[in-house]
């Protein structure tokens, strides 16, 4: 059984304007994780997902480059304990 889990991320950089949410959210659904994408009134984005494990630490990784417009500075994740809230991943305003 794959290992479930929960993540907040915060990307930094030059990640608003560019469709970032947008791309998150196709690349994280075709991982089969839920959740969701906002950007956060200083210029970052924040992302919850849930899932298996391995999919979160491959949406992170593509986290780090992001769309081809995007200038990714920093990446920080805190994991948490998987809750199963989500039924889709979705751009939350």
Not at 8 to 22: P, W
Not at 55 to 74: D, F, H, M, Q
């Amino acid at each position: 059984m794959k290992e479930m889990a929960r993540a907040r991320i915060i990307v930094k950089g030059r990640v608003q304007g560019v469709s970032y949410r947008a791309y998150t959210v196709d690349t994280a659904s075709a991982l089969g994780l839920t959740g969701w994408v906002k950007n956060t009134p200083g210029g970052d984005v924040e992302i919850t997902a849930e899932g298996a494990k391995g999919g979160i630490e491959r949406l992170i990784k593509w986290c780090e480059n992001g769309p081809s417009l995007a200038n990714v500075r920093s990446v920080h994740t805190e994991w948490e304990p998987f809750v199963g809230e989500f039924s889709d991943f979705d751009i939350a305003y």
